[in-house]
């Protein structure tokens, strides 16, 4: 699929959600169009504010953002692509906890991954056909929070790093839901890092070796193909932390917001052509960090 918009006008974007702006929590929801990088801030925010959720997405029906810390919650917040109205599971997640990360199968279901209150090993999935959750009989390695998703879509979701802080990479194939540890896990103990991918092709790890909580810059991105790593010439356009990654699978990865020495707004872009860096004119609508990201894609896979 091509262009800017699907079927009956829903427009590919970029979703960055909540987040903490160094006063407080927020409910915010800012969309960032592929078509030509432009910021809206939608009219219906979060159902709570709150920071430290996670986000995955159905292409071309919806964007979900689990739970967070307002104080914890479980709740699942669902927007939907053909008007950008938000609905509220009436199922959550499994357990309230924050920290965690997302990935999403699309057409198939949403899985959200790890977290604190624990930390937890845990993984729930939601059915896209009916928003039904199960949590699966295998979850994490080990329990981490602050940990970071990404998925080829119709293959496998990898969760990366964690408070311990580890290197560990986890792969869940979506054909049975089982885990593999791949061999070559991120370049350095990781966490308050982010992901997001190129279905089909690569994920892409940002902010990779906060081994003791610092800001980085690092991008390093693992090949779907044999699961290799390499690490990106051009990392970040300043090292941080606690930021989140969107993408329009097959031109884009996104990386916004996140914390070097104060909160940013900085959306920095990554062209999945030749992993080149531009940095938006526009960034957020606020400086914050610990938000969630999800994308209404361009291409499915």
Do not use: C, H
């Amino acid at each position: 699929l091509n262009g800017g918009l699907f079927g009956g006008g829903v427009a590919y974007g970029a979703y960055f959600a909540g987040g903490y702006t160094g006063a407080a929590n927020v409910t915010t929801v800012d969309k960032f169009a592929f078509s030509d990088d432009s910021r809206t801030t939608l009219g219906t925010g979060l159902s709570v504010a709150r920071q430290a959720l996670a986000g995955a997405a159905n292409a071309g029906i919806a964007a979900y953002f689990a739970g967070g810390e307002a104080p914890l919650v479980a709740t699942v917040d669902k927007f939907a692509f053909s008007d950008d109205s938000r609905t509220t599971l009436a199922t959550g997640l499994s357990t309230v906890r924050m920290a965690l990360a997302g990935a999403a199968n699309s057409g198939t279901a949403a899985y959200f991954a790890g977290g604190w209150e624990g930390p937890v090993a845990t993984v729930d999935k939601f059915a896209f056909s009916d928003d039904s959750r199960t949590t699966l009989g295998t979850g994490l390695s080990s329990a981490r929070r602050f940990l970071a998703g990404a998925a080829n879509s119709g293959t496998a979701a990898y969760f990366a790093g964690g408070l311990g802080p580890v290197s560990t990479v986890d792969k869940f194939a979506f054909s049975d839901d089982s885990r593999t540890t791949l061999g070559t896990g991120l370049s350095a103990s990781t966490y308050y890092g982010a992901g997001t991918a190129n279905s089909g092709t690569a994920a892409y790890f940002a902010s990779i070796g906060s081994s003791a909580g610092g800001a980085q810059s690092t991008v390093n991105k693992f090949a779907f193909s044999d699961d290799s790593r390499t690490t990106l010439a051009t990392g970040l356009s300043a090292a941080r932390r606690l930021l989140a990654g969107a993408s329009n699978s097959g031109t884009a990865a996104y990386f916004a917001g996140g914390l070097e020495s104060v909160n940013v707004t900085t959306v920095d872009k990554f062209a999945f052509s030749d992993d080149g860096r531009t940095t938006l004119g526009t960034g957020l609508s606020s400086a914050r960090q610990t938000l969630a990201g999800a994308a209404n894609s361009e291409t499915l896979a």
